[in-house]
């Protein structure tokens, strides 16, 4: 079982940086791939980024890339969705997963979440 504790988030400006970050329980972290998605108002939930166990391997949705940047320390079993250069489009509740093994980039594939925590970009 993987507890997974969320923070960060807020209301900035089109532009700005945001960091969220995603605690996890248990002593087996490095056994886990993450993985960050968000569900905009009257959306689907989407795959935002992903990375595997060892954080050797990372994976982005075409719309974050080369913007947004997930990362992991698993010496503090914690991972980080760095998010620059934000847009209104952005907008959404964004939500970390955990699964373990090989990492993926579908939501149902992962079977621990995240509270949720939102990011509101305003224009």
């Known amino acids: 079982q993987v507890q997974l504790v969320q923070s960060g988030g807020g209301l900035v400006q089109a532009g700005d940086s945001l960091r969220l970050s995603c605690a996890a329980s248990?002593?087996?972290?490095?056994?886990?791939?993450m993985g960050w998605f968000r569900q905009a108002p009257g959306k689907e939930r989407e795959f935002v980024a992903a990375i595997s166990g060892t954080g050797s391997s990372t994976h982005y949705a075409d719309s974050v890339k080369g913007r947004f940047t997930i990362s992991r320390d698993n010496a503090k079993n914690t991972v980080r969705l760095q998010m620059n250069s934000l847009k209104p489009e952005d907008t959404a509740v964004y939500s970390c997963a955990a699964r373990m093994f090989g990492v993926r980039t579908v939501a149902r594939d992962f079977d621990y979440w995240g509270q949720g925590t939102q990011v509101t970009v305003s224009s």
């Open positions: 248990g002593r087996t972290f490095n056994a886990y791939a």
